[in-house]
């Protein structure tokens, strides 16, 4: 699904140059749920933009689901990233002013989808994702949870090949970290390729696969058993 | 442009952010009106002016005499010096091709005038027809004096507004006899003067009338006269004023005054003061356009600046939105067709509210200088356009930049 070869990236602070990442080499599989592990300044934050097509690549290539991503305009790119991913970010980045059935139906607005059809799609997802009854509701009255559920059924509403979440519990505490945790593993459960970065041990281990990153290399790449978030619930 | 799910977009977005509309709209609103406002008030201006110049024909020449101050071939100074019937014949015989109107006056300073009970105290004058024209007359009823009065010094009289109020309520005062010092004469005509009232409270007879009954001989107090324009203002100025001067030598060499007494003859150009005058309307309209385009940059910034601000205010937003997949270009006409719309509404706004404001406070408007305040409906019109588009083209530039924003820097963006 996902293959990237020899990725470097730095970034000019003033003077100084800051070589992030040196040289990556890594892949997914379809229905993989990878986490994405390492200090701060690792570069995994970066790694995740790239893959996002939020940000480009200095050198080395970059596959997913057998499309070269490279050179791309902002015109494609948007389509891009429309057609193939979802995003989940550690801060929900819900658009305040519009309802959570709102807030879920905006990829599909971007996809062209008439209104009505774009309702019903944003809310069954929203069903999903347990949030149905909050539909009418702006994000300030939403809990966190609640929020980062809502971002979550955004993230799907276009049905992208991969979903990738920058520290999706970042903001949130263990009990509802696990809740989402839950949810993102229900999500795999049926197929979807999920990326997660995080800096926590007990999430990175409700994944399938922990890549370590350190000082913009991988240091480590295990398969791990997976920890049902459930039972911590 | 007709895209219904846009619409749709930017309706709901203006609807959630009621504040942030409210501002861009009042300040294109409040633009607009003090602009409308100013440039009616300019108008008005002009108008009251202009009705002040009207009282008598923008190009009358008018020559009255005095006493002499000055000695001049063994003759004393302090004598009165009257024109009489032969200097103008003279001088409308010698200028025929030129004269547009003419007349001499011969002034009975203050007439009793009584009609049945009333009476009153009137200014009265002899004239030719052509005075009508001089003084800038409309008649009301009846007419004015003609050359038939004239020839059999008919004792006819032609009366202002003022007068017929004064003496005959609501009486038709047409063919009425009314006493002149004691003597009958009949009321042929009534007229108006832009002038006001004031220009309304006088009496006109034929000149030669005036002559016999009053005791006037041949004896005139003043002549009036107008020129035919020529092609430009600038050449009728400068042959009226050579005119004048003409009068005044040969004036001065006939009646024995010297070349350079200045009290003796007097001769008063409104042409001269036309131009003062067109000048002074010039002087206005500039000065209130000067302002009006001031006000208008003003606006332009005004709207500028919250442009500004919005894009600045909605960089994580955009940032979100190109993350879900929103093309460059639906950022840019997502931003500009909500500008649009605003400053669309709010121009239309303002510019209705002030033209009603104008119908509503202008005729009731009642003061010497300012008169019927208006405005013209096109430049009104071409003024929203102009701050639309200006506001459009002020959103485009942070637009533009916003849309080309790496998403990651914009969602970075608290």
Same mark, same amino acid.
């Given at each position: 699904?996902?293959?990237?070869?020899? @990725?470097?990236?730095?970034?000019?602070?003033?003077?100084?140059?800051?070589?992030?990442?040196?040289?990556?080499?890594?892949?997914?599989?379809?229905?993989?749920?990878?986490?994405?592990?390492?200090?701060?300044?690792?570069?995994?934050? %970066?790694?995740?933009?790239? @893959?996002?097509?939020?940000?480009?690549?200095?050198?080395?290539?970059?596959?997913?689901?057998?499309?070269?991503?490279?050179?791309?305009?902002?015109?494609?790119?948007?389509?891009?990233?429309? /057609?193939?991913?979802?995003?989940?970010?550690?801060?929900?980045?819900?658009?305040?002013? /519009?309802?959570?059935?709102?807030?879920?139906?905006?990829?599909?607005?971007?996809?062209?989808?008439?209104?009505?059809?774009?309702?019903? /799609?944003?809310?069954?997802?929203?069903?999903?994702?347990?949030?149905?009854?909050?539909?009418?509701?702006?994000?300030?009255?939403?809990?966190?949870?609640?929020?980062?559920?809502?971002?979550?059924?955004?993230?799907?509403?276009?049905?992208?090949?991969?979903?990738?979440?920058?520290?999706?519990?970042?903001?949130?505490?263990?009990?509802?970290?696990?809740?989402?945790?839950?949810?993102?593993?229900?999500?795999?459960?049926?197929?979807? %390729?999920?990326?997660?970065?995080?800096?926590?041990?007990?999430?990175?281990?409700? %994944?399938?696969?922990?890549?370590?990153?350190?000082?913009?290399?991988?240091?480590?790449?295990?398969?791990?058993?997976?920890?049902?978030? @459930?039972?911590?619930? | 442009?007709?895209?219904?799910?846009?619409?749709?977009?930017?309706?709901?977005?203006?609807?959630?952010?009621?504040?942030?509309?409210?501002?861009?709209?009042?300040?294109?609103?409040?633009?607009?009106?003090?602009?409308?406002?100013?440039?009616?008030?300019?108008?008005?201006?002009?108008?009251?002016?202009?009705?002040?110049?009207?009282?008598?024909?923008?190009?009358?020449?008018?020559?009255?005499?005095?006493?002499?101050?000055?000695?001049?071939?063994?003759?004393?100074?302090?004598?009165?010096?009257?024109?009489?019937?032969?200097? !103008?014949?003279?001088?409308?015989?010698? !200028?025929?091709?030129?004269?547009?109107?003419?007349?001499?006056? !011969?002034?009975?300073?203050?007439?009793?005038?009584?009609?049945?009970?009333?009476?009153?105290? !009137?200014?009265?004058?002899?004239?030719?027809?052509?005075?009508?024209?001089?003084?800038?007359?409309?008649?009301?009823?009846?007419?004015?004096?003609?050359?038939?009065?004239?020839?059999?010094?008919?004792?006819?009289?032609?009366?202002?507004?003022?007068?017929?109020?004064?003496?005959?309520?609501?009486?038709?005062? &047409?063919?009425?006899?009314?006493?002149?010092?004691?003597?009958?004469?009949?009321?042929?005509?009534?007229?108006?003067?832009?002038?006001?009232?004031?220009?309304?409270?006088?009496?006109?007879?034929?000149?030669?009338?005036?002559?016999?009954?009053?005791?006037?001989?041949?004896?005139?107090?003043?002549?009036?006269?107008?020129?035919?324009?020529?092609?430009?203002?600038?050449?009728?100025?400068?042959?009226?004023?050579?005119?004048?001067?003409?009068?005044?030598?040969?004036?001065?060499?006939?009646?024995? &005054?010297?070349?350079?007494?200045?009290?003796?003859?007097?001769?008063?150009?409104?042409?001269?003061?036309?131009?003062?005058?067109?000048?002074?309307?010039?002087?206005?309209?500039?000065?209130?356009?000067?302002?009006?385009?001031?006000?208008? &940059?003003?606006?332009?910034?005004?709207?500028?600046?919250?442009?500004?601000?919005?894009?600045?205010?909605?960089?994580?937003?955009?940032?979100?939105?190109?993350?879900?997949?929103?093309?460059?270009?639906?950022?840019?006409?997502?931003?500009?067709?909500?500008? &649009?719309?605003?400053?669309?509404?709010?121009?239309?706004?303002?510019?209705?509210?002030?033209?009603?404001?104008?119908?509503?406070?202008?005729?009731?408007?009642?003061?010497?200088?300012?008169?019927?305040?208006?405005?013209?409906?096109?430049?009104?019109?071409?003024?929203?356009?102009?701050?639309?588009?200006?506001?459009?083209?002020?959103?485009?530039?942070?637009?533009?930049?916003?849309?080309?924003?790496?998403?990651?820097?914009?969602?970075?963006?608290?």
């Amino acid at each position: 699904m996902i293959t990237i070869k020899d @990725l470097h990236k730095s970034y000019t602070m003033g003077t100084n140059s800051l070589h992030v990442l040196k040289g990556i080499n890594f892949s997914v599989q379809e229905g993989e749920l990878v986490s994405i592990m390492g200090s701060s300044g690792s570069g995994k934050s %970066t790694l995740l933009n790239i @893959l996002g097509m939020l940000d480009e690549a200095d050198e080395g290539s970059y596959t997913l689901d057998g499309v070269p991503i490279k050179n791309l305009n902002e015109k494609i790119a948007a389509q891009y990233r429309n /057609k193939f991913l979802g995003f989940i970010f550690q801060s929900f980045n819900l658009i305040n002013y /519009k309802s959570a059935l709102d807030n879920v139906g905006m990829p599909l607005y971007y996809q062209g989808m008439k209104r009505k059809e774009r309702t019903e /799609k944003a809310m069954a997802y929203l069903e999903k994702v347990g949030l149905a009854n909050w539909a009418h509701h702006m994000p300030n009255e939403l809990s966190g949870g609640q929020k980062q559920r809502v971002a979550i059924a955004r993230a799907l509403a276009s049905d992208p090949k991969v979903l990738l979440a920058d520290e999706p519990t970042g903001a949130l505490d263990t009990k509802t970290s696990y809740e989402v945790m839950d949810l993102i593993q229900g999500i795999n459960d049926e197929g979807k %390729t999920i990326l997660i970065v995080t800096h926590e041990d007990d999430i990175a281990h409700m %994944t399938k696969r922990i890549v370590n990153l350190k000082d913009g290399l991988i240091i480590d790449d295990t398969a791990v058993d997976q920890v049902r978030a @459930l039972s911590h619930v | 442009m007709f895209d219904l799910e846009r619409w749709q977009e930017i309706l709901e977005t203006i609807s959630k952010n009621k504040l942030r509309t409210f501002l861009t709209g009042l300040s294109v609103a409040s633009g607009i009106f003090i602009l409308v406002i100013l440039l009616g008030f300019g108008q008005g201006m002009q108008n009251g002016i202009s009705a002040q110049f009207q009282r008598d024909a923008s190009s009358r020449i008018s020559v009255y005499t005095g006493v002499t101050s000055k000695g001049y071939k063994g003759l004393n100074p302090g004598r009165f010096i009257e024109m009489t019937n032969e200097d !103008y014949n003279y001088l409308i015989k010698k !200028y025929e091709d030129d004269l547009e109107f003419k007349s001499s006056v !011969y002034r009975i300073w203050s007439g009793t005038l009584n009609f049945g009970n009333e009476s009153g105290s !009137y200014r009265v004058e002899g004239v030719y027809p052509d005075y009508q024209f001089l003084e800038n007359e409309d008649m009301v009823a009846g007419r004015y004096i003609n050359y038939d009065d004239q020839e059999k010094k008919s004792k006819v009289m032609v009366i202002g507004n003022k007068v017929k109020q004064d003496l005959f309520n609501n009486q038709d005062p &047409i063919g009425q006899q009314v006493q002149i010092n004691g003597i009958n004469f009949k009321v042929v005509g009534v007229y108006t003067d832009p002038g006001g009232e004031r220009e309304e409270t006088r009496v006109f007879v034929p000149l030669s009338t005036s002559q016999r009954v009053f005791g006037g001989a041949d004896k005139v107090g003043n002549l009036g006269f107008t020129l035919k324009p020529k092609e430009t203002f600038q050449k009728t100025l400068e042959q009226s004023v050579r005119f004048s001067s003409e009068i005044e030598s040969f004036l001065k060499e006939r009646h024995l &005054i010297a070349p350079d007494d200045t009290s003796a003859i007097g001769i008063n150009n409104t042409l001269e003061g036309t131009k003062r005058f067109y000048d002074l309307i010039g002087m206005i309209k500039t000065f209130f356009w000067v302002v009006g385009i001031c006000t208008i &940059i003003a606006g332009v910034v005004g709207v500028s600046n919250i442009m500004l601000i919005i894009v600045k205010e909605r960089t994580k937003e955009i940032g979100i939105r190109k993350a879900l997949g929103a093309q460059p270009l639906s950022i840019i006409t997502m931003i500009l067709h909500e500008s &649009i719309f605003v400053t669309a509404i709010a121009g239309f706004t303002g510019l209705i509210l002030s033209m009603a404001l104008l119908e509503v406070v202008g005729p009731n408007l009642d003061m010497d200088f300012i008169k019927n305040p208006s405005v013209n409906f096109n430049v009104a019109l071409t003024t929203v356009f102009i701050l639309i588009l200006a506001g459009a083209l002020a959103g485009f530039v942070p637009a533009w930049r916003a849309a080309r924003i790496k998403p990651i820097t914009a969602l970075r963006e608290e």
